[in-house]
């Protein structure tokens, strides 16, 4: 009887011993699948990313495509760049930007064509952590404006730029 209670007690704790490596590898399939998830966001973004590089760069190599360069109005923001693309064909320009600040939290970015020397608003956008974004200005065929501005403005944009809030300037005729 001795031997037997001693059997049972052996395989309750080789059950128990068992049971808890169970439990340390569902934590552990748990954990594998919280990464699993967190790096299908990340290539699901950088997929996303690379095929707007991929349309930026189709729009760079259409004929007759004309990108403007347009940098840091304030030189507060040295590394702040952007281009705009114009196509002959179309009444649309995209703005690309890169290395602009997170905005606050109660603020976004707005872009201006500037028409006849007066600021005309062309939509706000967001950057991505990064700094990086792209936005479609509708209505601007080419030659209805002279530059291109963007600008830190409040949330939901404004009528007019707020004085001192331009980031990036650019001008056609440079």
Known sequence: MLLGGFGLWRLWQQTNDLRAQVATLQAQAIA???????????NDVLWAELAARDETLAQFRQPGAVTVAIGDATGEHP?????LTILPDGDEVTLSVANLP???????????LIVGGAAVSAGTFAVDTAGQGRH??????????EAVGVS???SGGSDQPTP?????LGSLDS
């Open 102 to 112: 997170p905005p606050p939290a109660d603020s976004t970015y707005q872009a201006w």
């Open 164 to 168: 001192g809030s331009i980031i990036l």
């Open 32 to 42: 594998l699948q919280s990464d699993v998830d967190r790096l299908q966001t990340t």
């Open 136 to 145: 479609l200005i509708t209505n601007a065929a080419p030659g209805t404006f």
């Open 79 to 83: 590394a702040a760049v952007g281009t």
């Open 152 to 154: 830190l403005e409040p």
